[in-house]
């Protein structure tokens, strides 16, 4: 099965990118558009892992999220990871060292249980569209689309099986484990 680790995205926050998403679309001539449901923040893709593995997967979100307290990230701008004239479209938060520091904790506790460690640093992001291709050039694009900076409460941290159903790709929560409660 294909996993990852991640940050789950509110029915709101979904509502909100998926509204992004369709200023992008209106300036793509094409593309793969992220399916709603399953808009998140990828922390760790591991890829290919077996049951065998869930136990230790687990364990390591479990230590993550008894060590971080909740925290929020703003969105902030489009950007695009280039490929040719094909790119994906991404939207990005602030700078924050507190997804930094999930991050880090989360790195440790993987190699704890014999996981490999991320190969890229973190790049905080959430994919819009795969495979896009814009009317124009990508710069224009970036310029054509407007990002409100909303809050994204991160609450926890999840671990997800990449799978396809009837064709349709879907990120199915296995486990998620909620951070320590933010004082408020």
Known sequence: ??????????????????????????????????????????????????????????????ETAQKKRAFALK??????????????????????????HLYEVLERNLSKQGFAREKKPLRPHITLVREAVPYGCFLQMEKNVVVEQREILVESITLFESTR?????????IFTQNLIKKNL
């Open 1 to 62: 099965m294909r996993t990852f680790i991640g940050i789950s995205m509110s029915e709101e926050m979904k509502e909100i990118l998926a509204q992004i998403q369709q200023q992008c679309q209106k300036n793509c001539k094409r593309g793969n558009f992220t399916e709603k449901q399953n808009f998140h923040m990828t922390l760790h893709f591991l890829g290919e892992t077996t049951k065998y593995d869930l136990d230790g997967l687990k364990q390591a979100v479990y």
């Open 75 to 100: 969105l902030n701008k489009i950007g695009i990871f280039r490929r040719e004239e094909r790119g994906i479209i991404w939207v990005g938060v602030e700078e924050n060292k507190e997804i930094f």
């Open 165 to 173: 159903i009837k064709g349709k790709l879907l990120y199915r929560p």
